[in-house]
């Protein structure tokens, strides 16, 4: 038998046959890997409450042919707080998506697991804030090796006073080398992202205006839209739950 026991994040689950699902799981050694959990879907299940989505926890498969299937699972944190948040489950679903989306199998994304455990246990205790999920996704992006600056134009090196968002090159640019789609950005939006980049959440929270968190809110989503190649779907959903607010 090989058996393998992992930690992780509960990040997808894909319906297969009447009563199974096909799990995906971020790893605490940061990579994602696919299970089977057979049954999960029966309202008897023992494992249907371990394999919710933004569950964190212990998972024991078997390493087969084909996918492991699951063995035995604990639930080290449900999360409650924020399942009883509809902002804060909204911030949680589109964390695990970006997971889903942008880490590879084998990809060892240490670091990300860690800020996304930060971002999880930060929520756990904070009111939701834009501007703390925005600083979230920015530096989810940054430890996969998209670390965008706002300071100096990416492409030449000279310091900005404002700019022109150019994410292929690395951030914001200045005026001669701006790209023929750049949007542009003012000096006080280039100084918040700078601080998004650089702060830490606690630092973040309840700092500012709805007007930056809506400014912020619309760059980074430019950002992750690239990063995703536009297949998120969570922005669409955050849109609707920030409204309710
Ligand atoms: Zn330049």
Redo the contacts with the bound molecule.
């Keep these: 038998m090989r058996l393998q026991k992992v930690t992780g994040f509960i990040v997808y689950g894909f319906p297969l046959g009447e009563a199974d699902q096909i799990i995906s799981c971020f790893t605490s050694s940061g990579n994602l890997i696919k299970f089977v959990a057979k049954g999960s879907r029966k309202v008897k299940s023992k494992s249907a409450a371990a394999v919710q989505l933004f569950i964190l926890g212990e998972y024991v498969i078997y390493c087969g042919r084909g996918l492991p299937i699951l063995r035995q699972a604990d639930i080290i944190d449900s999360f409650s707080p924020l399942r009883r948040d509809w902002a804060k489950s909204g911030a949680a679903f589109a964390a695990m998506e970006l997971c889903r989306l942008l880490i590879a199998e084998e990809a060892r994304e240490t670091q990300v697991f860690k800020l996304v455990m930060t971002y999880m246990l930060h929520l756990k205790t904070e009111e939701y804030d834009p501007i703390v999920f925005d600083s979230f996704r920015l530096k989810f992006a940054a430890s996969l090796g998209y670390e965008m600056g706002f300071s100096h ?1 990416a ?4 310091p900005l006073d404002s700019g022109w968002l150019h994410w292929p090159a690395g951030g914001a ?2 005026s ?2 701006q790209g023929r789609n750049s949007p542009p950005v003012n000096k006080e939006n280039l100084i918040l992202l700078q601080a998004l980049s650089n702060q830490s959440f606690s630092q973040l929270q309840e700092q500012y205006s709805p007007a930056q968190a809506v400014a912020a809110t619309k760059i980074v989503d430019s950002l992750i839209n690239w990063l995703t190649e536009g297949k998120t779907k969570a922005q669409a959903f955050r849109s609707l739950f920030e409204r309710e607010r």
Excluded: K, L
């Design positions: 134009c492409q030449c090196g000279n640019v200045c001669r080398c």
